[in-house]
């Protein structure tokens, strides 16, 4: 019984380890390359630009781990913040606007989950279809054109103090938290990795999947808006073009964090490392200067290597570790 | 339907009538009505496409029937739900196991069950606990509660599942070919485990290829073919060629059965 304990623990947190020794020689080489990089100013900045996408990230871990994909996240961002703005426009509260922008989001992330559970359609297209639409939506109610000046109270949500630190910050840290809590410990997160794993077994152990997929959905909607608050709040604008592309910044971060694409595992805290890892990587970039261009590069290739390499690590070790349970077993 | 067996007095766990299931053209079931008894072991064969996991199917809720209905506890139903047939006491160890291959055996034994703690953590504790202590009971050795169980071999997936379908707290266990593809000694020991449940009380459905291994833990033997039920047997007053000679079709001196011999 140890034995096997021993042999499965580093297998299981092996890619996190190897995320986290590529994120120290990044940090070593950046602090050598540059005296600016280890400053608590450069590190506050990393940190305030991860927060946004590990905010989106923490939703879309949940929907990988559950077996599926949410590509409209970056649209629903920009949709829940126009829809905070025109809430403060049109004269209502800055706590009743952001809720508004929250239930916009739960409310597309619900719409997404639906269609696909109860209609059994890929998540692939069906939150292709809603990424077109929220972006539509938030396209026509602006007009197309952004929203200026809001109230301190909600700016304070994007560029706040609290301590050294600000708001986004320690919203992701808190998210973070309940995300781990929630997918390790809670009911919602083991039918979250049943889903992934195996969605007819859970149906037939009498399971609701209609409920649970809806829910991850919704949830994942919801931690989009709250990256549509962090983005809107900060740059004291509602932009119905703001977030382009943040449905795969975050789908990357997942995925280089160890969360399987077919679903069933996820990790919470890989999550979280590749998402500094990336804040990290686009920081260095930039004060070594090297063209943004290349960061696309870059970033891509550090994806590919690292979704080849869990692929293969996992063929491998799937195959020698079922031989040698195998002749132990019975 | 000729039934060989005096059980007019006995209430079955479960009374099958008129069960009839298509799938496009295909006749999966044609009319089936079946009885089964708590504390009894009863086994159904049949050739390949007989029907004999979509009659499993709509026992335990997968599947809704065409025509027919289902009795249990004195009410009857058209069809049930899987949520509905374990709320009844009815759980299945499907023929694919439906197990979370990339979780542990604890969170599959629970699955759908977790005990909480606090009213929102998953008590895992208690389910690695008493998982063990089921496990043991069943004499199903695997390595660790804690490990996936795509780790494991083919006979303890089954005792995983058995012990799930046990955790539900079912009083009625279907199996659908708990042996296939399973060494000598793993399928000796989960038809003992199948025998043992039957002898503590338990209704079991248990269907299976392989006569020899129907004939040493079956009470009862029901030959389905074609989609119909074609013959119960008390085991006891049987053999095995006989059997053979129902699931193929070529023994037809019930008179009733005249179709031609198209096996799949
Ligand atoms: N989901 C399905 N869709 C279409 N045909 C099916 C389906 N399930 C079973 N069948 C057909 O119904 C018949 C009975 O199948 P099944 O109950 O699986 O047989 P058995 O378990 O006795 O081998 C077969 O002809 C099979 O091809
Ligand atoms: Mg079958």
Request: aromatic share 6%; proline share 3%; hydrophobic share 45%.
């Amino acid at each position: 019984m140890k034995r096997t304990k021993i042999k499965l623990l580093p297998g299981n947190i092996f890619p996190q380890l190897l995320l986290i020794l590529v994120l120290l020689a990044m940090v070593i080489f950046l602090s050598v390359a540059s005296p600016f990089f280890l400053t608590w100013d450069n590190l506050r900045n990393v940190f305030d630009h991860s927060s946004l996408y590990i905010i989106l990230a923490l939703g879309m871990t949940f929907v990988i781990s559950s077996g599926g994909i949410d590509l409209s996240v970056g649209a629903v961002a920009a949709l829940s913040g126009v829809c905070m703005a025109l809430a403060m426009q049109g004269g209502l509260g800055v706590g009743i606007s952001i809720l508004i922008g929250l239930a916009v989001g739960g409310l597309v992330g619900a719409a997404n989950g639906s269609v696909i559970s109860l209609l059994r359609i890929n998540p692939f297209i069906v939150t292709l279809g809603f990424m077109s639409l929220a972006r539509g939506l938030a396209l026509i109610i602006t007009g197309g054109i952004p929203i200026y000046g809001f109230p301190r109270a909600f700016t304070w949500w994007g560029s706040g103090h609290i301590g050294p630190l600000n708001p986004p910050m320690l919203l992701a840290a808190f998210m973070a938290v309940l995300a781990a809590l929630v997918l390790n410990m809670s009911r919602f997160g083991y039918y979250t990795l049943a889903l992934g794993g195996n969605e007819e077994a859970l149906r037939r152990s009498g399971v609701s999947i209609h409920l649970y997929k809806i829910m991850v959905y919704l949830l994942c909607g919801v931690t989009a808006a709250l990256g549509g608050l962090v983005v809107t709040a900060r740059l004291n604008t509602a932009e119905p073009l703001a977030g382009w592309m943040l449905e795969l910044d975050s789908i990357a971060a997942v995925v280089l964090g160890g969360t399987s694409m077919k679903g069933g595992r996820g990790s919470i805290a890989g999550t979280l490392i590749a998402c500094l890892l990336l804040g990290i990587l686009r920081n260095g970039l930039v004060i070594l200067s090297i063209p943004s261009y290349y960061q696309q590069l870059l970033i891509g290739m550090i994806i590919l290597s690292a979704v080849i390499f869990a692929e293969v690590r996992s063929r491998k070790g799937l195959a020698s570790t079922h031989k040698k349970e195998r002749s132990t077993a019975v | 339907m000729s039934n060989d067996a005096g059980q007019e007095k006995r209430i079955p766990y479960i009374r099958l009538r008129n069960i009839k299931k298509s799938f496009g053209h295909v006749i999966a079931l044609d009319g089936v009505d079946l009885d089964i008894y708590s504390g009894e072991v009863m086994a159904l064969v049949g050739d390949n496409g007989a029907g004999k996991s979509t009659l499993i199917k709509i026992i335990s809720g997968v599947l809704n029937p065409d025509e027919g209905e289902l009795s249990l506890n004195g009410k009857t139903f058209k069809h049930l739900t899987p949520s509905k047939a374990i709320e009844l006491g009815i759980s299945t160890v499907y023929q694919d196991l439906a197990l979370v291959d990339c979780r542990d055996a604890a969170s599959n034994i629970f699955l759908g069950r977790e005990p909480l703690k606090a009213a929102f953590f998953v008590d895992k504790k208690r389910m690695n606990r008493e998982s063990e202590e089921l496990l043991r009971r069943l004499k199903v050795s695997i390595p660790s509660v804690t490990t996936p169980v795509e780790f494991l071999s083919g006979g303890q997936r089954q005792g995983v599942a058995v012990a799930r379908s046990i955790k539900l707290q079912g009083r009625m266990i279907t199996f659908d070919e708990p042996t296939a593809a399973m060494g000598v000694s793993e399928s000796a020991r989960v038809l003992k485990l199948i025998r043992s449940l039957g002898d503590e009380g338990f209704a079991v459905l248990v269907i299976s290829h392989n006569l020899h291994h129907v004939f040493s833990i079956a009470d009862r033997i029901c030959v389905i073919r074609n989609g119909r039920l074609v013959k119960d047997f008390r085991t006891e007053n049987t053999n095995p060629d006989q059997v053979v000679g129902f699931i193929t079709g070529s023994n037809r001196y019930s008179g009733e059965y005249k179709e031609e011999n198209i096996t799949a």
